[in-house]
């Protein structure tokens, strides 16, 4: 059996002993701690020279691993100077711990997150000097990088934004400063210990991952609780039981302990390495990284992922663009509200004009989402200032830059994919040129919104009760019409109607594009009816469902005076193809605004237009990617592939989604809304039945009636007195003749 005594300067309170077998050898292991006390640690190691096989030191400050290598702690260096002078073979458990580091990143981040686990992540390092060969590694799959060193070591008010500035600082200013009591000034100074303190606490909240270092564990957090570190991921080494407990009570979700644990107790790397070094009787010098690479992977020492409030769970992270439908949302805003009040007409164009040159912000922080597969998301909405309007008037390229500064504000965020919402999925070639420039994953959200739209479609029909549906797999005897067919959500709408209704009227005024969208049906679903169009008033009166898919960007598509009693409109375009106004006019026609999406969990955000925990299908296809952790260009271009929307309708569903309530431009409707439409329309539909009866009717031919014979009347002739005159009595006549 081979004797490992591994002296410790840390807390004597903790030793242990304990037998244990390892890499085939027997081993029997003491640790002894002695409070800080370098001069007994060097007795220590006096002592059990010749009587141990390794000593290991444990609890020492690690030299930094960039910058000078003078900088190393003094008691280290005494150490190590009598560690020269023994026969025994001495280790702090440099090597293992750099194998260690590497190795626990990249186990972690491809078996929980199939390689995505840290893409993207906003990550503190405490203390770059010492964690370097951590950062680097951590730096393939993140460029979000914050090292503290400079604000904890020299009270200097400044973060560390990027590997090369850690670089930087730790061979220029570091080295500089050292001899500088900077640190002992600026704490004594309240002001700046204040904007520190500011500073500190704004980076561990703003932080998804904490690097934590070994030694000086408590003093780094000490000043750190629920608000700055709940929910965080803390990747530190060798987490003992309090560690763990202290990191429990302040909010930590997951802990990542970077040193394997091979036994039942917890032991530093120091330990480790000196029960490797005994098992293969080599010196440290002797044992390459190879080697220990291979010890780790052939024993499986990996690295210990704890939990301290519930069973193994994954947090990942999107963002959503949004942006004003119409200056209405500019009105909204109390002070431009105000303002409106006292200022000319015009004054809200020139608000809607400015704003669409407004860079990109967040709107609202996203929270609580959970699916009941245990896995979590969180999130930012993202706004942009221009209407549909003003992105029409402008070329698409302005519309992609935005979009663009918009991706890089995401992965600043630690956004590991990004949705388009409304319009921005529209202009220009839909999403593909800014999936092709961006350095995030882009959905436009088209697959979801496509079968969210024939989702709610059928939930309402079935609510009103006017077509009767015999289960949810057969097909519904009745008619429905797609507005802006050859789109792509309309183009999947299509096909999708056309399996469950009889008859599908495709209307666009992109002909070419309905005839082969028709021969595509026909392979599909045989059996469907299909008919083509670029008039939709054509076929209004005769149908039963009709889903709006345009861009008309607010204008009217449709005569809705033209719609049959009880027809179902899904208007799924944003702006809205239908506005109030005309919605008002047919109280017996049920208008519902697309399929929006109850998200799973307790969801938490700005108001966005919705009923609580309630989002936009575009919205919920980028969520549902999130929590299954598959970050990729999903949906982008005018096409949307059909399998696709199967594939994303059945993610929706595993993660807990459901068609939430569905809704109005007035809110959510009730059962009494529905009702009460309903009956309007068999009203309606009965008044129109009877008048067409009535038409129909053959008119009943009138019995001829007698005729009297009927005298002539009579012609009385008057008879006019005749005058007559003497020539004598006539001078005037009488002149006239002369």
């Known amino acids: 059996m081979k004797e490992i005594v591994s002296i410790s300067l840390g807390a004597s309170d903790k030793n242990y002993e304990l037998s244990t077998q390892f890499l085939g050898t027997d ?6 701690g002695t409070d800080g006390n370098v001069e007994q640690a060097a007795e220590l190691m006096k002592a059990w020279d010749q009587k141990a096989h390794v000593i290991g030191l444990g609890d020492v400050k690690f030299p930094y691993a960039i910058g000078s290598n003078r900088l190393v702690r003094r008691d280290t260096e005494t150490l190590l100077e009598v560690g020269k002078t023994l026969h025994t073979p001495i280790t702090i458990g440099t090597a293992m711990r750099r194998v260690a580091y590497e190795w626990s990143l990249r186990h972690v981040n491809y078996k929980l997150g199939k390689g995505n686990y840290f893409s993207n992540a906003r990550v503190l390092f405490m203390s770059g000097m010492f964690s370097y060969r951590l950062s680097k590694v951590m730096a393939e799959y993140t460029p979000n990088l914050i090292f503290a060193d400079p604000l904890i070591e020299k009270g200097l008010p400044n973060l560390l934004k990027s590997l090369q500035e850690l670089e930087k600082y730790a061979r220029g200013l570091h080295r500089f400063m050292q001899w500088l009591p900077l640190k002992a000034v600026t704490d004594r100074l309240a002001p700046l210990r204040g904007i520190d303190n500011y500073l500190f606490r704004r980076a561990v ?8 270092p070994y030694q000086d564990f408590h003093k780094y957090i000490q000043n750190f609780f629920v608000d700055e570190l709940g929910g965080k991921i803390v990747v530190t080494a060798t987490a003992y039981d309090d560690r763990v407990q202290l990191l429990k009570e302040r909010g930590v979700e997951i802990i990542i302990d970077t040193t394997p644990k091979i036994l039942q107790q917890v032991v530093a790397v120091n330990v480790l390495e000196a029960m490797i070094m005994a098992a293969l009787d080599r010196p440290l010098d002797e044992i ?3 080697d220990l690479l291979e010890i780790v992977s052939e024993q499986r020492l990996d690295p210990r992922v704890i939990y301290p409030f519930s069973k193994q769970k994954r947090k990942t992270r999107f963002a ?7 200056q209405q949302h500019f009105l909204k805003v109390k002070p431009l509200e105000f303002i409106s009040r006292y200022a000319p007409k015009n004054f809200i164009n020139w608000v809607e ?18 699916s009941p597969c245990g896995a979590e998301a969180e999130g930012w909405l993202i706004t942009v200032g221009g209407t549909p309007k003003q992105m029409l008037a402008k070329a698409p390229e302005f519309t992609y830059r935005q979009l663009l500064q918009a991706a ?9 994919i990004m949705g388009l919402g409304a319009f921005t999925k529209i202009v220009g070639d839909a999403g593909v040129t800014v999936s092709r420039r961006a350095d995030i994953p882009i959905t436009t959200g088209n697959s979801l919104s496509a079968a969210g739209a024939i989702w709610a479609a059928v939930e309402a029909v079935k609510r009103m009760k006017l077509i009767k549906v015999k289960s949810r797999k057969s097909r519904i005897h009745a008619k429905a019409m797609v507005v802006g067919a050859s789109g792509s959500i309309g183009a999947v709408c299509c096909r999708l109607l056309a399996q469950m209704f009889d008859q599908v009227v495709m209307v666009d005024i992109r002909d070419a594009r309905l005839l082969a969208l028709k021969q595509i049906i026909r392979e599909e679903t045989p059996q469907a009816k299909v008919t083509v169009s670029t008039r939709a008033d054509k076929y209004l009166a005769d149908m039963d469902v009709i889903v709006t898919t345009t861009s008309a960007a607010g204008k009217s598509v449709l005569d809705i005076m033209k719609v049959k009693p009880g027809c179902v409109i899904t208007d799924v375009a944003r702006p809205l193809d239908l506005s109030p106004e005309e919605v008002e006019k047919r109280p017996d026609v049920l208008v519902i605004e697309s399929g929006e999406i109850e998200l799973p969990g307790n969801p938490e955000m700005r108001d966005i237009g919705l009923p609580p925990r309630v989002t936009y299908a575009c919205m919920a296809e980028t969520i549902a990617l999130a929590l299954e952790g598959r970050f990729e260009t999903y949906t982008v271009g005018r096409e949307i592939e059909w399998q696709k929307v199967n594939d994303i309708y059945d993610l929706a569903l595993k993660h807990g989604m459901k068609l939430a309530a569905i809704s109005g431009h007035k809110g959510v409707f009730s059962d009494e809304d529905f009702a009460q439409v309903a009956g309007l329309a068999k009203k309606a539909l009965a008044e129109k039945r009877k008048k067409a009866l009535q038409a129909s009717r053959p008119r009943p031919k009138k019995k001829p009636v007698a005729l009297q014979p009927v005298e002539k009347p009579k012609k009385i002739l008057k008879k006019r007195p005749v005058v007559r005159s003497t020539y004598e009595e006539q001078p005037m006549a009488r002149a006239a003749m002369h």
């Open 27 to 32: 081993f029997h292991i003491r640790r002894i």
């Open 205 to 212: 909240k703003e932080a998804q991952v904490v690097v934590i």
């Open 288 to 290: 390459t990284d190879d």
């Open 320 to 326: 959503f663009v949004i942006h004003p439908l119409s």
């Open 353 to 370: 004009k400015a704003c669409a040159y407004l860079p990109p912000f967040v709107y609202s922080k996203v929270t609580g989402i959970k």
């Open 408 to 416: 890089e504000l995401a992965k600043s965020l630690g956004a590991q």
